[in-house]
């Protein structure tokens, strides 16, 4: 029954397709999938599939990285953190690089780990070096009020997270934005909710629609686009993730995100600040925050760089475009954020040998 819909979505959404447009997945797992399932090569080449600032690894900054060597450099500290994160470079080094020097730097899957890692490991000073979007806060949320509430004092945490509907906003009042139609973000609009994006279409009148991550979920998603940029519908919102996303979201996660967080300015790597879009630890938790406990300074440094993953990430340049992809940026030797990644753009039109 699948196949069939999936058949009938692609002819439809080709028929209709009679000008060039452009389609943006925000989230990285969309975007491998799109390339996994090959779904680019059976559209229309008038369709535009762009990638988005979903990846919380190609959008973590420098300064963060910077910050988590710092500490390596002048306290008895184990950074620890999600893999991929290892080989994201700061302004002169990367965590992989510290830790081939000695440095102790550890990898883990899931931020309660840590819990138990502190309690057995009294004599450590352990700091968690956090980043994702909505939908990995809850989680390091409940670690850290978990560390608080157990009296830990050798568990620490140094917040990168960031907010998906303010760098959103950023885009669409680019001048030169060119975005069409919208595929929000499944994974975020489980926790946030499916009307977190309404704005999209209220206040910037771009279609758009919450998908899951399935073929017959991505097509479906991109045939609700097409429909309305092709035949000049009435531009509407769509919740195509019904299984999983309800209207309001997760009312439990979000309180855990309410109690130990607070919305502050963010620095996205290669866009800059955006007010409003990232998440810091609040007065209640801040004996747990990292940069507040240990005094961090960093001295800003200002990088000079070829590397078009800002431009990538806001959906004005495909992989393709960069002057670095694939001439000397390539998975094993990446020069920028979206390189590293298995959710990165490049790394993902490399792997797929996509043009």
Not at 216 to 242: A, C, P, R, T, W
Not at 250 to 259: D, F, H, S, V
Not at 330 to 341: A, D
């Amino acid at each position: 029954m699948s196949r069939v819909l999936i058949k009938r979505l692609i002819e439809e959404i080709n028929t209709m397709t009679h000008k060039e447009m452009k389609i943006m997945e925000v989230c990285g797992t969309h975007t491998q999938m799109i390339s996994k399932l090959g779904i680019r090569s059976v559209l229309s080449p008038k369709i535009k599939l762009l990638s988005g600032p979903g990846c919380p690894i190609c959008v973590t900054h420098e300064e963060d990285i910077d910050t988590a060597i710092e500490l390596l450099n002048h306290n008895d500290i184990t950074i620890a953190t999600f893999g991929d994160l290892l080989r994201v470079k700061g302004t002169k080094s990367c965590l992989l690089d510290e830790k081939s020097k000695g440095k102790d730097v550890i990898i883990i899957t899931s931020p309660l780990a840590l819990i138990q890692m502190a309690e057995d490991n009294k004599e450590k000073k352990i700091v968690f070096l956090g980043v994702g979007f909505e939908t990995t806060a809850p989680i390091i949320a409940l670690t850290i009020k978990t560390a608080f509430e157990k009296g830990l004092d050798n568990l620490f945490f140094l917040s990168s997270i960031k907010l998906m509907s303010p760098i959103l906003h950023y885009m669409f009042k680019q001048p030169n934005n060119q975005i069409q139609g919208l595929i929000c973000p499944g994974h975020v609009a489980s926790i946030k909710g499916a009307n977190y994006f309404t704005f999209i279409v209220d206040d910037y009148h771009i279609p758009a629609g919450v998908c899951g991550f399935e073929a017959l979920d991505i097509l479906g998603g991109i045939h609700h686009l097409v429909k309305q940029i092709s035949e000049n519908e009435k531009i509407e919102f769509k919740n195509l993730y019904k299984r999983c996303v309800r209207p309001k979201g997760n009312p439990t996660a979000n309180q855990i995100m309410k109690e130990v967080f607070q919305v502050s300015q963010g620095e996205w790597r290669g866009i800059g600040k955006v007010e409003g879009s990232s998440l810091i630890i609040n007065k209640k938790y801040e004996r747990l925050d990292a940069v507040k406990y240990f005094d961090v300074k960093i001295k800003r440094l200002k990088q000079v760089t070829k590397c078009a993953c800002s431009d990538i990430l806001l959906g004005k340049k495909v992989p393709k475009e960069c002057p670095l992809f694939n001439r000397g940026c390539s998975p094993l030797h990446p020069q920028g954020p979206c390189m590293i990644s298995t959710e990165g753009a490049c790394a993902i039109a490399y792997q797929y040998k996509e043009e």
